[in-house]
């Protein structure tokens, strides 16, 4: 038997156990990514799918139908992300972990949207929508608030 992820994140993907740390090596192995974190998204065939959250270098513009390709040609097709979201930054805890559980409650909200539909997901103080989807500008200071709430316990 051989351990290659936490419990809560391995996503079950129509039966198949789908470890994220092998997808963000696939997604590492690509020239423009920076970071990558993936989580579970909601899919109403499978109950869940991968969804892959990057951050590219500033000058690379690529799309998110290369990402899926990329995977394509370097994991099983069920382990392929159906969607990515680009960040300027992920959302990291004071010691530089990735904060999965704020990414998960980011894929939630992709289950309605159409697979094919590119997401962009910045933070920044900029109000003008880039894509269907947006981070809330108060986004952090609500995690901040809950972070002080849960370290006075």
Known sequence: MEIKDRSKDVIISGGENISSVEVE???????????????????PKWGESPCAFVTMRNDDAVEEAEIIQHCRRNLPHYMVPKKVAFMEELPKTSTGKVQKFQLRAIAKTFE???????????KSS????????????????????????????
């Open 25 to 43: 090596a696939a997604l590492y192995k690509h020239p423009s990514v920076v970071e990558a974190a993936v989580v579970a998204m909601p899919h």
């Open 112 to 122: 309605n949207s159409s697979e094919n539909e590119s997401c962009l997901a910045k």
């Open 126 to 153: 900029s109000t003008t929508p880039q894509s269907s989807w947006e981070m809330p500008r108060d986004y952090q200071y609500q995690n901040q608030e809950q972070i002080l709430a849960l370290s006075r316990l």
